[in-house]
């Protein structure tokens, strides 16, 4: 199996949340308890029960014109994933074959290491502290199937497939700018844009944190040691702010 | 729909007017983005609002509610100024060269009204209505356009004064961009160019809904876009199946199959045939309605199989009568029901306390029933209304009996979408608890109905007792129905009128060629007819193959009529049989072997020039398109009118603010402002969202979708917003001369102010699928704020555009 990918194409996306469900609905995820917020969008974040949402993104260009744009908000699986280079207990992996991240709840300690090492700040955690996010549907794709987001759209805004092809596709269909294309060796979620990511609220240049090796082995020699790893040890440590 | 969803990818122009196909179709974007990236076809939407489709649009027009014929009548001028009708289409397909009685006058004639208005019944007398025929009684036509009576000059004198200034002044629209969207749009009046129009209740929920369909269809005929892949007017219906439904018969005035509901004074058969049986004297003319006798024999005998006979009519006198000049519209329903003259009403899929406009008075009226019965998946606002805001239990002598139902995957039947395609849909779960299929519910009542008649009599039980009806005891086999409804033979048929084969009693029917009007068929809807034929269940077909590319999938199940995917298609080939676009033939004269290839013709016949060819518009007595809607009831050229409530004058025709033949309602609830009230100075609309289904009855009860738009809203404009303090999130109060709702605001530039005659019109938008039962804090319905003022043709609200205010709650 080639490294897999999910295509997202903003400019094909009706911001219509198949996906949404669809991941709930797959994933047998429970609802939030939400308000309307003045917004369309909802939920408002990722949660330990909303692996992936859509942002809605309203603006006026400088002719004046409104535009309504509609990004998927989700983990974009990491080339190089930092989650997985900080994880003190290796409950979060990358799958060598497809490339996915995915993780162990059972082996997950809850401590929040990996939210701080994201650089798009994605994982989140459920009732029980555990690591929640997008696995990219990995039980589907080792099934043969593809993401329970990409099967939904209606319009293929979602796209999966072999990253590879995905990407040759989308450039020759005159997508100028492929994010993810080389960020953070590679991301396993590609955007294909015709303009600069920031128009697309996504995180331009994307970086690990640069002490990252250095913190994934000071919180494996603190295990080592038998400290009991929480978000307020982390705290503690500086590993999480605030 | 004309043509279907997957034909949307053959357009060059795709018009979004009174839709939103991104938010309430979302499939359909497969097939517009498809357009768009593959061919570079060309998406205009013009809306109050900028939509979820507006986002992907390549030119946005905002427009004031209600201004759609202003538009589209500067559209029509446009055409016919610059000459870029298609002549050739025109001449030999449409009603544009024909001479109308020169005793017809218009609205430039006559200050805004037709001739024949009678301002004291607010109706029209049509007599002058009409085209003027020949001593052999074919209508008389001037080729050369230029006879004064002819509909060219008609439509041209009609429009002349929707300028594009005029058009601007009443739409609020900005001049550059509607000129961007006539060219546009006029591009396509080549043979080689097609645009299609994708529109909803934006466009039929008004006073003048009809008029705004049929300002549309007049432009696809003037551009030769009808009959075309890629091309028609397409209607994208709001439910999964209410295509079906409104095919099945649904609405008060059709029987299944679009056959009149016979009138009181159609006293029998022969009458109701003689009444509804068009003639022509077109030669070239195959005016299909002149079947109509064979369809609603071959009905009566579905419905009363061998009781009916030819010697008792086919039992039509046990068919309900409308009384004459009578209608029995949804809003008439309840009107009456407020009235105290309805004893029982069955909700059965639907939730009126919340979808009807005006819904405080159906919540009253509902309470001045007997018994309700409710059938439905949730207990909802009809079911519970009794307990609902401002009602006293105690007071309500309303008993309500709530039936539980399956859900669409718990049962199997037919579906019909928008492009009459019906599929077949199989059972995916067992029911939950004692919920039971709808043709359940019905069989058992019909049973239990015959029963008590069989023990108790009445006043005339033969139309139950004499039915026909053989589905099962308790379980209902649908294919049983479907077979029905397809059409069988009542008895042996030697040498068949049409193909001379014999045919067996209980064999099913070809097709609705083979209905007989002398009792030997039976079929319960003819436009259904070839759906269930002997070679099988069509609906259930599921072939892939597109040997066209043109996206036809003629094998994928089954479609009316005929399994024609394009309807009018004998329009898209030229007098000869050569398609005008020879790049997407949706048909073509194959001359060497004397037959049409491609999609499902609109009739075997040679093409129109050679000996025994047919007109294309094959249901209308004229065989052409009709730009002269003479059977309307508000006029044969759709006019420029104010909407009811409008905070705005009628620049076209001073002295007429409103449709003049627009239906009102006059009990103490029935409040309406005609014009405007310092009190209410904005304009308030209704929509759907993609989240939510109508009156939300499934999917506020689906904790997924409830999650994405949790509860009511109201979309203001950030100017209008700041003048009332408003900011996004806060709770507010819109209100109308009928009462008030909270909602939550949102301030967007996507529901910008426009300026009309000189004033700034803000708009208010509200979606109508919440209800105060579920959840706590969703909000009630928009429809408790918005006006049962209706259209005269349809009776259809007018719930797109009335007067509101907004303040902060």
Same mark, same amino acid.
């Given at each position: 199996?080639?490294?897999?990918?999910?295509?997202?194409?903003?400019?094909?996306?009706?911001?219509?949340?198949?996906?949404?469900?669809?991941?709930?609905?797959?994933?047998?995820?429970?609802?939030?308890?939400?308000?309307?917020?003045?917004?369309?969008?909802?939920?408002?974040?990722?949660?330990?029960?909303?692996?992936?949402?859509?942002?809605?993104?309203?603006?006026?260009?400088?002719?004046?014109?409104?535009?309504?744009? #509609?990004?998927?908000? /989700?983990?974009?699986?990491?080339?190089? !994933? &930092? $989650?997985?280079?900080? %994880? =003190?207990?290796? +409950?979060? @992996?990358?799958?060598?074959?497809?490339?996915?991240?995915?993780?162990?709840?059972?082996?997950?300690?809850?401590?929040?290491?990996?939210?701080?090492?994201?650089?798009?700040?994605?994982?989140?955690?459920?009732?029980?502290?555990?690591?929640?996010?997008?696995? #990219?549907?990995?039980? /589907?794709?080792?099934?043969?199937?593809? !993401? &329970? $987001?990409?099967?939904? %759209? =209606?319009?293929? +805004?979602? @796209?999966?497939?072999?990253?590879?092809?995905?990407?040759?596709?989308?450039?020759?269909?005159?997508?100028?700018?492929?994010?993810?294309?080389?960020?953070?060796?590679?991301?396993?979620?590609?955007?294909?844009?015709?303009?600069?990511?920031?128009?697309?609220?996504?995180?331009?240049?994307?970086?690990?944190?640069?002490?990252?090796? &250095?913190?994934?082995?000071?919180?494996?020699?603190?295990?080592? @040691?038998?400290?009991?790893?929480?978000?307020?040890?982390?705290?503690?440590?500086?590993?999480?702010?605030? | 729909?004309?043509?279907?969803?997957?034909?949307?990818?053959?357009?060059?122009?795709?018009?979004?007017?009174?839709?939103?196909?991104?938010?309430?179709?979302?499939?359909?974007?497969?097939?517009?983005?498809?357009?768009?990236?593959?061919?570079?076809?060309?998406?205009?939407?013009?809306?109050?609002?900028?939509?979820?489709?507006?986002?992907?649009?390549?030119?946005?027009?905002?427009?004031?509610?209600?201004?759609?014929?202003?538009?589209?009548?500067?559209?029509?001028?446009?055409?016919?100024?610059?000459?870029?009708?298609?002549?050739?289409?025109?001449?030999?397909?449409?009603?544009?060269?024909?001479?109308?009685?020169?005793?017809?006058?218009?609205?430039?004639?006559?200050?805004?009204?037709?001739?024949?208005?009678?301002?004291?019944?607010?109706?029209?007398?049509?007599?002058?209505?009409?085209?003027?025929?020949?001593?052999?009684?074919?209508?008389?036509?001037?080729?050369?356009?230029?006879?004064?009576?002819?509909?060219?000059?008609?439509?041209?004198?009609?429009?002349?004064?929707?300028?594009?200034?005029?058009?601007?002044?009443?739409?609020?629209?900005?001049?550059?961009?509607?000129?961007?969207?006539?060219?546009?749009?006029?591009?396509?009046?080549?043979?080689?160019?097609?645009?299609?129009?994708?529109?909803?209740?934006?466009?039929?929920?008004?006073?003048?809904?009809?008029?705004?369909?049929?300002?549309?269809?007049?432009?696809?005929?003037?551009?030769?876009?009808?009959?075309?892949?890629?091309?028609?007017?397409?209607?994208?219906?709001?439910?999964?199946?209410?295509?079906?439904?409104?095919?099945?018969?649904?609405?008060?005035?059709?029987?299944?199959?679009?056959?009149?509901?016979?009138?009181?004074?159609?006293?029998?058969?022969?009458?109701?045939?003689?009444?509804?049986?068009?003639?022509?004297?077109?030669?070239?003319?195959?005016?299909?309605?002149?079947?109509?006798?064979?369809?609603?024999?071959?009905?009566?005998?579905?419905?009363?199989?061998?009781?009916?006979?030819?010697?008792?009519?086919?039992?039509?006198?046990?068919?309900?009568?409308?009384?004459?000049?009578?209608?029995?519209?949804?809003?008439?329903?309840?009107?009456?029901?407020?009235?105290?003259?309805?004893?029982?009403?069955?909700?059965?899929?639907?939730?009126?306390?919340?979808?009807?406009?005006?819904?405080?008075?159906?919540?009253?009226?509902?309470?001045?029933?007997?018994?309700?019965?409710?059938?439905?998946?949730?207990?909802?606002?009809?079911?519970?209304?009794?307990?609902?805001?401002?009602?006293?239990?105690?007071?309500?002598?309303?008993?309500?009996?709530?039936?539980?139902?399956?859900?669409?995957?718990?049962?199997?039947?037919?579906?019909?979408?928008?492009?009459?395609?019906?599929?077949?849909?199989?059972?995916?779960?067992?029911?939950?608890?004692?919920?039971?299929?709808?043709?359940?519910?019905?069989?058992?009542?019909?049973?239990?109905?015959?029963?008590?008649?069989?023990?108790?009599?009445?006043?005339?039980?033969?139309?139950?007792?004499?039915?026909?009806?053989?589905?099962?005891?308790?379980?209902?086999?649908?294919?049983?129905?479907?077979?029905?409804?397809?059409?069988?033979?009542?008895?042996?048929?030697?040498?068949?009128?049409?193909?001379?084969?014999?045919?067996?009693?209980?064999?099913?029917?070809?097709?609705?060629?083979?209905?007989?009007?002398?009792?030997?068929?039976?079929?319960?809807?003819?436009?259904?007819?070839?759906?269930?034929?002997?070679?099988?269940?069509?609906?259930?077909?599921?072939?892939?193959?597109?040997?066209?590319?043109?996206?036809?999938?003629?094998?994928?199940?089954?479609?009316?009529?005929?399994?024609?995917?394009?309807?009018?298609?004998?329009?898209?080939?030229?007098?000869?049989?050569?398609?005008?676009?020879?790049?997407?033939?949706?048909?073509?004269?194959?001359?060497?072997?004397?037959?049409?290839?491609?999609?499902?013709?609109?009739?075997?016949?040679?093409?129109?020039?050679?000996?025994?060819?047919?007109?294309?518009?094959?249901?209308?007595?004229?065989?052409?398109?009709?730009?002269?809607?003479?059977?309307?009831?508000?006029?044969?050229?759709?006019?420029?009118?104010?909407?009811?409530?409008?905070?705005?004058?009628?620049?076209?025709?001073?002295?007429?603010?409103?449709?003049?033949?627009?239906?009102?309602?006059?009990?103490?609830?029935?409040?309406?402002?005609?014009?405007?009230?310092?009190?209410?100075?904005?304009?308030?609309?209704?929509?759907?969202?993609?989240?939510?289904?109508?009156?939300?009855?499934?999917?506020?009860?689906?904790?997924?979708?409830?999650?994405?738009?949790?509860?009511?809203?109201?979309?203001?404009?950030?100017?209008?917003?700041?003048?009332?303090?408003?900011?996004?999130?806060?709770?507010?109060?819109?209100?109308?001369?009928?009462?008030?709702?909270?909602?939550?605001?949102?301030?967007?530039?996507?529901?910008?102010?426009?300026?009309?005659?000189?004033?700034?019109?803000?708009?208010?938008?509200?979606?109508?699928?919440?209800?105060?039962?579920?959840?706590?804090?969703?909000?009630?319905?928009?429809?408790?704020?918005?006006?049962?003022?209706?259209?005269?043709?349809?009776?259809?609200?007018?719930?797109?555009?009335?007067?509101?205010?907004?303040?902060?709650?």
């Amino acid at each position: 199996m080639a490294r897999k990918a999910l295509l997202i194409t903003p400019d094909l996306c009706v911001g219509c949340r198949g996906c949404q469900v669809a991941c709930k609905s797959w994933n047998d995820l429970p609802a939030e308890e939400t308000k309307n917020n003045g917004t369309h969008e909802n939920p408002p974040d990722l949660t330990g029960y909303t692996y992936n949402r859509i942002r809605f993104i309203e603006k006026v260009n400088e002719k004046g014109e409104v535009q309504w744009l #509609f990004v998927s908000h /989700r983990c974009l699986h990491c080339g190089e !994933p &930092a $989650c997985v280079e900080i %994880c =003190p207990v290796k +409950a979060l @992996k990358k799958d060598a074959e497809t490339g996915i991240v995915y993780y162990d709840k059972n082996q997950c300690i809850g401590c929040q290491a990996c939210q701080a090492a994201c650089p798009f700040n994605i994982p989140r955690y459920d009732k029980n502290g555990k690591i929640s996010k997008c696995h #990219f549907c990995i039980d /589907r794709v080792k099934a043969g199937l593809s !993401p &329970a $987001c990409a099967k939904t %759209c =209606p319009t293929e +805004a979602i @796209k999966y497939g072999n990253r590879e092809e995905l990407i040759k596709e989308a450039k020759a269909e005159g997508y100028s700018v492929l994010y993810g294309e080389t960020e953070l060796g590679g991301l396993g979620v590609v955007y294909a844009l015709k303009a600069s990511p920031k128009e697309y609220n996504l995180a331009e240049n994307p970086k690990k944190p640069e002490n990252l090796i &250095a913190m994934g082995q000071m919180l494996r020699t603190l295990i080592e @040691k038998g400290v009991a790893l929480s978000p307020s040890v982390l705290k503690d440590i500086g590993l999480i702010k605030g | 729909m004309t043509n279907h969803w997957v034909d949307l990818k053959n357009a060059d122009v795709i018009i979004v007017m009174g839709g939103n196909p991104a938010e309430n179709h979302p499939i359909s974007m497969k097939w517009i983005l498809k357009a768009q990236k593959e061919k570079g076809a060309k998406l205009l939407v013009i809306d109050p609002k900028f939509t979820r489709t507006a986002s992907k649009a390549d030119l946005y027009v905002p427009i004031r509610p209600g201004t759609d014929i202003a538009f589209l009548g500067g559209l029509i001028k446009y055409i016919i100024d610059n000459e870029l009708y298609f002549k050739e289409y025109v001449i030999n397909y449409t009603d544009l060269s024909y001479l109308v009685d020169p005793n017809f006058k218009g609205p430039e004639d006559l200050d805004g009204y037709f001739s024949g208005y009678d301002p004291k019944t607010r109706k029209y007398d049509k007599a002058t209505w009409k085209y003027q025929l020949d001593e052999k009684g074919v209508p008389k036509k001037d080729p050369t356009l230029k006879d004064p009576n002819c509909l060219f000059q008609l439509l041209k004198k009609h429009y002349r004064r929707y300028t594009l200034d005029m058009v601007a002044e009443i739409t609020g629209a900005p001049k550059e961009k509607i000129l961007e969207a006539y060219k546009i749009i006029a591009s396509t009046g080549k043979p080689n160019k097609v645009a299609t129009i994708c529109y909803a209740m934006g466009w039929t929920q008004h006073t003048v809904g009809v008029q705004n369909v049929r300002a549309m269809s007049i432009i696809q005929l003037l551009l030769g876009n009808i009959g075309m892949a890629g091309g028609g007017v397409n209607a994208l219906r709001g439910e999964s199946n209410v295509q079906g439904s409104t095919d099945m018969g649904l609405l008060f005035h059709v029987l299944p199959g679009y056959l009149p509901t016979p009138k009181a004074s159609w006293v029998d058969l022969k009458t109701y045939i003689e009444v509804n049986t068009p003639k022509t004297a077109e030669p070239k003319s195959l005016n299909w309605w002149k079947n109509r006798p064979k369809y609603i024999v071959s009905l009566l005998k579905a419905f009363y199989g061998d009781n009916a006979t030819k010697e008792n009519d086919f039992c039509y006198g046990y068919l309900p009568k409308l009384d004459d000049n009578t209608t029995y519209s949804w809003y008439d329903i309840f009107d009456a029901m407020y009235k105290g003259k309805i004893k029982g009403f069955f909700a059965w899929g639907q939730n009126p306390a919340c979808s009807s406009a005006n819904a405080n008075k159906v919540r009253k009226a509902l309470s001045k029933l007997d018994w309700l019965v409710c059938v439905n998946l949730w207990d909802n606002e009809t079911s519970s209304f009794w307990k609902g805001p401002g009602m006293d239990p105690k007071k309500i002598k309303t008993e309500v009996f709530f039936l539980p139902c399956a859900s669409s995957v718990e049962k199997q039947g037919s579906i019909t979408n928008s492009g009459r395609l019906a599929q077949w849909r199989y059972k995916a779960v067992e029911p939950p608890g004692k919920c039971m299929p709808d043709a359940e519910i019905m069989n058992e009542l019909y049973h239990k109905i015959k029963e008590l008649y069989q023990k108790q009599g009445g006043v005339f039980p033969d139309p139950i007792l004499k039915l026909n009806w053989n589905y099962g005891d308790k379980h209902v086999d649908i294919e049983k129905v479907a077979k029905e409804i397809n059409g069988y033979y009542t008895k042996d048929v030697v040498s068949h009128p049409i193909d001379k084969k014999t045919y067996k009693k209980g064999q099913q029917v070809p097709s609705f060629v083979f209905l007989l009007d002398d009792g030997s068929t039976a079929c319960g809807n003819w436009i259904f007819s070839a759906s269930f034929t002997e070679a099988g269940n069509m609906m259930k077909r599921r072939g892939k193959e597109d040997p066209t590319g043109l996206g036809l999938y003629s094998n994928w199940a089954w479609c009316w009529p005929l399994n024609r995917r394009i309807i009018y298609n004998r329009a898209s080939v030229d007098p000869m049989g050569n398609p005008w676009d020879p790049q997407r033939p949706v048909i073509k004269w194959d001359a060497q072997n004397k037959k049409w290839v491609g999609d499902v013709p609109d009739g075997p016949q040679p093409p129109l020039a050679m000996e025994g060819g047919v007109l294309p518009f094959i249901m209308k007595p004229s065989g052409v398109g009709t730009i002269f809607g003479a059977g309307l009831a508000d006029g044969p050229f759709p006019t420029y009118y104010e909407p009811v409530e409008s905070p705005f004058k009628n620049l076209l025709y001073p002295k007429v603010h409103f449709n003049p033949v627009a239906r009102t309602y006059d009990s103490p609830d029935d409040k309406f402002v005609v014009g405007t009230d310092p009190k209410y100075p904005y304009v308030g609309t209704t929509y759907r969202v993609t989240e939510h289904w109508q009156t939300g009855v499934m999917t506020r009860h689906t904790p997924w979708l409830l999650e994405l738009e949790p509860q009511i809203f109201a979309e203001i404009d950030p100017e209008l917003a700041k003048e009332k303090g408003i900011k996004s999130g806060d709770k507010v109060i819109v209100s109308s001369p009928r009462g008030e709702i909270w909602a939550i605001a949102i301030v967007t530039e996507r529901i910008r102010p426009l300026i009309v005659q000189g004033k700034k019109c803000h708009m208010i938008g509200i979606p109508w699928h919440y209800g105060w039962k579920f959840p706590k804090n969703g909000g009630d319905s928009a429809n408790l704020i918005t006006p049962n003022v209706v259209d005269p043709n349809t009776f259809i609200q007018e719930t797109k555009c009335f007067i509101v205010n907004i303040r902060k709650a």
